[in-house]
């Protein structure tokens, strides 16, 4: 059995989600069930959260703690600003700007039960608030102030541009945040639990499953995907650009998944929508070149495309900046990696796996007047 990278390894047990025969779902609950029945993101962070659905009252109560908590503050927005000069990559601000959240928290190192749930719900609330903020301050505008009457989905597209979104586009991130919210042991997932196991604080894990996210093969694939759509609307032939990538032995972002063999069940509901929103517009380009690069791929390789792949054309659609798609997943993924770091205190075990050595043995140790003029490799 191949483990490298872990594959094929049980590292934990959870009741969070699962992925079974290629299909996935949170506390049992097929994520076909969120798109057919027009779920919300808030619901789903509340079952992540919870084991269940909340009733009408708990959604209320929900939903009024996280828009109460959505301001982020002029100490963090001012940190934003500085950050904005600084030509950082927004990863990389998202990391430093949640990390200053925890610094910023008289109580980050509290670990009763009503803490962690407080430092849950404020995190939840600010990330669309730092991202809408950084968005706007980079482009040399001030940011705009979050409404507390509008849903998370629908209050971060305010905050992008200051007009009340489409109900299409609300729709559309509502989706997107609920397919990116959970996906068993992902490696940032991974990372906040490892870190959670060492009794850490919130603020900490977080920053760590941040850290983790920014890597190309996990959470920066879609700018990827999209840097690749953009070279090849100039070259207007996607069917020879990627057999020339392939010819040379490039990875092509956005295909393929370590899990899912037969489909990635939530690129389904992305392709859906980007169709959706693409037809009978000037972005009809993306989907039509990203349905032409999927049937090359599937035709020379056998390759599924994951969530990565159509969730690009959403984003752009949605206005949003290719270099800002991954800090959207960071966005939904917090609802899950705050899900693992409570349930990984629950029954807390030191995470602390072996390796295996494949090096050399009983090396003898010579003074350094002994290996002068030796050459080492």
């Keep these: 059995m191949n483990t490298a990278g872990l594959a094929n390894t049980i590292a934990c047990e959870t009741y969070i989600s699962a992925i079974e025969e290629d299909r996935l779902s949170y506390f049992g609950y097929d994520i076909d069930e969120f798109m057919h029945q027009d779920a919300t993101f808030e619901e789903v962070i509340f079952l992540l959260w919870n084991g269940h659905l909340p009733t009408t009252t708990e959604y209320a109560l929900f939903t009024r703690a996280l828009r109460e908590q959505y301001a982020i503050g002029e100490a963090v927005e001012s940190c934003l600003r500085i950050q904005c000069r600084q030509n950082l990559h927004p990863m990389s ?11 910023f928290d008289k109580e980050a190192e509290a670990t009763d039960a009503e803490a962690v749930y407080r430092q849950s ?25 979050p409404d507390e009457n509008l849903g998370l989905a629908e209050n971060f597209l305010y905050m992008l541009t200051g007009e009340i979104p489409r109900v299409i586009d609300v729709q559309a991130l509502d989706r997107a945040l609920i397919l990116h919210a959970d996906h068993e042991l992902n490696a940032s997932t991974f990372a906040a639990r490892v870190c959670a196991s060492t009794l850490s604080d919130t603020y900490s894990c977080v920053t760590a499953a941040i850290g983790t996210l920014k ?13 690749m759509l953009e070279e090849i609307a100039v070259e207007q032939n996607a069917t020879q650009y ?8 490039e990875k092509i972002m956005g295909f393929g998944h370590r899990v899912y063999t037969t489909v990635d069940p939530r690129q389904i509901y992305l392709k859906e929508m980007a169709q959706q929103m693409t037809d009978q517009t000037e972005n009809q380009i993306w989907y039509h070149l990203s349905e032409e690069v999927e ?17 690009a054309t959403v984003y752009h659609v949605l206005g949003i900046d290719k270099d800002l798609f991954t800090l959207i997943f960071a966005m939904s993924r917090v609802a899950g990696w705050l ?33 002068v003029g030796q050459l080492y490799a």
């Design 93 to 103: 601000v998202l990391r430093s700007t949640v990390s200053l959240l925890g610094v």
């Design 121 to 145: 719900i404020s995190l939840q609330a600010k990330l669309p608030t730092i991202i809408a903020s950084f968005c706007r301050l980079r482009q040399g505008l001030d940011p705009i102030v």
């Design 215 to 227: 890597g190309a093969l996990h959470g920066g694939a879609n700018e990827r995907v999209f840097d």
């Design 242 to 249: 990627i057999l020339e990538k392939l010819g040379s032995n």
């Design 295 to 311: 049937q090359v791929i599937r035709q020379e390789k056998g390759l599924i495309p994951n969530v990565d792949f159509y969730s």
């Design 339 to 371: 899900a693992h770091i409570a349930e990984q205190k629950q029954a807390n075990r030191l995470i602390r796996p072996r390796s295996q050595y494949k090096g050399q043995l009983n090396q003898r140790y010579e003074r350094m007047t002994e290996r």
